[in-house]
């Protein structure tokens, strides 16, 4: 028996030496990084400020930190960690994607902040919202922040700013995802996600983030086709899968769950799944365009570009979203 174990011992030792001297021979060869996912090249400040995560596809790198302050925390979000909560405090999970993170703009200007202060004001009492959009971001990606991470803050209030990146192409998310493969062409992100969730599906993830030689394999193994991927990231019967799931979770811990109907330069296709979730399913909408498109006239210029609103529509967005909350 004990022979037999030596032996066992010996083997494993070997095989663990070859692939170790396998691994190491593949970085001076094939040396294969991890890709640095949706990094933004017009905006160099942010190149390789955003990192692969299993469940996620990426994030924002924790623990950022430029001319002396934090632009990203621990927490992979923008702005400074939260503190405890103080007494009487009302604290807000802004969830959302490129338009929540509101990267071309200082922190102070981005909506989150503005309803912060608009919510103190009128409150009369401590209110903070944490700023946790990040840019590319789905509704499916905004759920499982929430489900991961997001109710450990402890908010109150949870709000979504989702649209534009649920109607894009799942080849959208390929491209952008280090881990993505054949076994997730065509997927939506919720079915992607949940097919991580599986353990054999984690332990892969696991390999390929620690080992050259796996990434380098994965690659060889990726088919072209997965840049033609056709569907949409979240087709209405998921977003309302997940809709369901987070009001679930926000009734479960006693928090109130608010949809924004986000405004875009054009965002007609967007709007009516989410107006429909007040009229048909009884969530609490807060309609943006409806609300701001006789303030605005024009929309096009209060917008950088097609998706991302410049500072003074921020302002008027914080300010809407607080009135209405007020009004509820």
Same mark, same amino acid.
């Given at each position: 028996m004990l022979r037999v174990l030596k032996i066992v011992l010996v083997n494993v030792v070997l095989t663990a030496t070859l692939l170790v001297a396998i691994e190491g021979v593949s970085r001076l060869l094939v040396p294969t990084p991890m890709p640095q996912p949706l990094v933004a090249d017009e905006l160099e400040q942010w190149v390789g400020k955003r990192e692969f995560h299993p469940l996620l596809f990426w994030r924002m790198t924790p623990s950022v930190d430029a001319e002396g302050s934090v632009v990203i925390n621990r927490l992979g979000l923008r702005g400074p960690l939260p503190g405890p909560r103080q007494p009487d405090e009302l604290r807000v999970l802004s969830l959302g994607e490129s338009t929540t993170a509101a990267l071309a703009l200082p922190l102070d200007q981005a909506y989150s902040a503005v309803l912060e202060r608009e919510l103190a004001a009128r409150e009369g009492r401590p209110v903070r919202v944490i700023n946790a959009g990040t840019g590319g971001y789905s509704l499916a990606q905004g759920v499982t922040f929430a489900r991961l991470h997001g109710f450990d803050l402890e908010p109150d209030l949870v709000l979504t700013y989702f649209g534009y990146n649920d109607f894009t192409r799942a080849s959208f998310r390929s491209r952008r995802d280090a881990n993505a493969s054949g076994t997730s062409l065509g997927l939506t992100d919720l079915e992607v996600i949940r097919q991580r969730s599986r353990p054999l599906s984690r332990v892969q993830s696991w390999l390929q983030q620690r080992s050259n030689l796996v990434r380098w394999a994965a690659e060889r193994k990726t088919p072209p086709e997965i840049r !033609? %991927?056709? !569907? &949409? &990231? $979240?087709? %209405?019967?998921? &977003?309302? $899968?997940?809709?369901r799931e987070l009001a679930l979770m926000c009734r479960d811990r006693g928090a109130r769950l608010v949809v924004l109907v986000p405004i875009y330069r054009d965002s007609a296709r967007h709007e009516g799944f989410l107006r429909e979730l007040g009229e048909s399913h009884g969530f609490e909408v807060i309609d943006l365009p409806r609300l701001l498109d006789g303030e605005l006239g024009e929309r096009a210029p209060f917008f950088f570009d097609a998706l991302h609103p410049r500072a003074d529509l921020h302002q008027r967005i914080g300010v809407t979203i607080a009135a209405q909350l007020e009004d509820a």
């Open positions: !033609r %991927a056709g !569907r &949409r &990231r $979240v087709p %209405a019967e998921d &977003r309302l $899968v997940l809709y």
